[in-house]
């Protein structure tokens, strides 16, 4: 059974920094491309990020491109989101995901595994 674990988010002011970390099993962790997505109160579910199996490529949304970092410890079968000066806008529920066509990796729809979400809270 495939299990998608996300770490607990929290309350931050903005300006703030929060990492997520997103622990994976029951799959070959390696062989998945990892992405992190989230959904605001009535909103889409976006992308935010992904990194692909060998850490070597990253991907981003604009909207967080030079604030936000994806990370990955194939070992720890674990990926990590970094998020630095927060906004409040970036308030939502954050969800990891593993992806293993290796394509589309900015649609919710190639993903086929999912965490619970997070909730992440950023103050003004």
């Known amino acids: 059974q495939v299990q998608l674990v996300e770490s607990r988010g929290g309350l931050v002011q903005a300006g703030g920094s929060l990492r997520l970390s997103c622990a994976a099993s029951g799959l070959r962790f390696n062989r998945y491309i990892m992405g992190w997505f989230r959904q605001a109160p009535g909103k889409e579910r976006e992308f935010i990020g992904a990194?692909?199996?060998?850490?070597?490529?990253?991907y981003y949304a604009d909207s967080v491109k030079g604030r936000f970092t994806i990370s990955r410890d194939n070992t720890k079968n674990t990926v990590y989101l970094q998020m630095n000066s927060l906004k409040p806008e970036d308030t939502a529920v954050y969800y990891c995901a593993a992806n293993s066509h290796g394509s589309r990796v900015y649609n919710v729809e190639s993903y086929e595994y999912w965490g619970q979400g997070t909730q992440v809270t950023v103050s003004s």
């Open positions: 990194i692909s199996w060998s850490v070597s490529v990253t």
